[in-house]
Each structure stands twice: as C-alpha cells, then as structure tokens.
C-alpha cells in the first residue's frame, strides 16, 4: 500500500509517494508557487529533475504532480493520501479521516493560522476532487501538543481571554 503525502504551504506545495512498510520512496517533489515564475523539483526511479511552468495556486500545482503520477504511471500505485495541516486547534489529537465535517472545522481553525490552514485547505479539497474514493487523512503539527499538561499549555493571562480567544500553547 502506498501513501501519497502531501503538504500544502503556503506558497508551495511539497509530495512523496512512498511505501510505509518498505520506507521506498517512489516519487518525491517540491513545487514552488510564483505564477510565471514557479518551479518544480521531483526525484523518481532515482532520476531528478527541475524546470519551471506557470503555477498561480495549489489547484495548478496538484494537477502537475497528476501529470507526473500519470507520466511515470503510478497512479494506480496511489492508495491513500496524507496531509499536512498546520493548525487543528484543540479539537484535533490525532491524525483524522477527513470528512465533510472536518473540512468545515479546519475552514474554522483559519483564523489559528491564517497564512498556512488556507493552502492546507484547497491542497486537501482539489486532492479529494483529483482521486474520488481514496481515503485521506490530515495529520496536524499541532496534535503534538495535545498531551501537555494544562500548566504548560496555559499563558498567563485572565482566564476569561484565555477562554473566548481559545488561547493556548501549541
């Protein structure tokens, strides 16, 4: 089974295709996004290569790493997908099967991260357009800090603010 990574910046777009079991990675890349002047650099079968095309959001960029799936043919070598999403505020400790509902709740955990969760968002929505019926998960860099103790976790600010803002340490 292999997972196809994917990790929406907020100004590029990052991908590996890899086996978890084996560790192999069969297609690795990163895909800057500056309209005209975008870049995309991938290794595959131990081969890399860089050029530059037009790329003006994270769509154009997933359906370039499509073409490259398609070109070295390993779409059907795509079983699952992983994301990476900056912020899923204390409600997300784990990783989780996104849903119609969680797409909804990382949408309201944008103002948590306003430059990153935005990218992660549409990297995740043009990905579940791009392969129908594959399962897909979002990993967030902040479910780390989710077993701290509430001591650490805690600014010292009146607890009111703390409260309404949702402030916490991450």
């Not at 079968?45 to 070295?72: Q, R, T, Y």
């Not at 899923?88 to 949408?107: D, K, M, R, W």
């Not at 800090?145 to 402030?167: D, F, G, N, Q, R």
Request: with cysteine; net charge negative.
């Amino acid at each position: 089974m292999n997972i196809l990574i994917i990790n929406s910046g907020s100004s590029s777009l990052k991908f590996s295709l890899i086996n978890p079991e084996s560790q192999e990675e069969l297609l690795k890349g990163l895909i800057e996004i500056h309209n005209r002047l975008s870049m995309i650099s991938y290794t595959c079968a131990g081969k890399s290569n860089s050029e530059s095309f037009d790329c003006a959001d994270h769509k154009e960029a997933i359906a370039k790493l499509m073409e490259l799936l398609k070109e070295f043919q390993l779409m059907d070598q795509v079983h699952a997908l992983a994301h990476r999403v900056v912020h899923g505020g204390s409600q997300f400790t784990q990783a989780t099967i996104i849903t119609p509902t969680v797409l909804n709740q990382i949408e309201a955990c944008i103002p948590l991260a306003p430059v990153h969760n935005p990218a992660n968002l549409l990297g995740i929505q043009t990905a579940i357009e791009a392969f129908p019926g594959l399962p897909q998960v979002a990993m967030f860099d902040t479910a780390f800090a989710s077993s701290m103790p509430e001591k650490a976790k805690t600014y010292p600010l009146p607890l009111e603010l703390k409260e309404k803002h949702a402030v916490q340490r991450y």
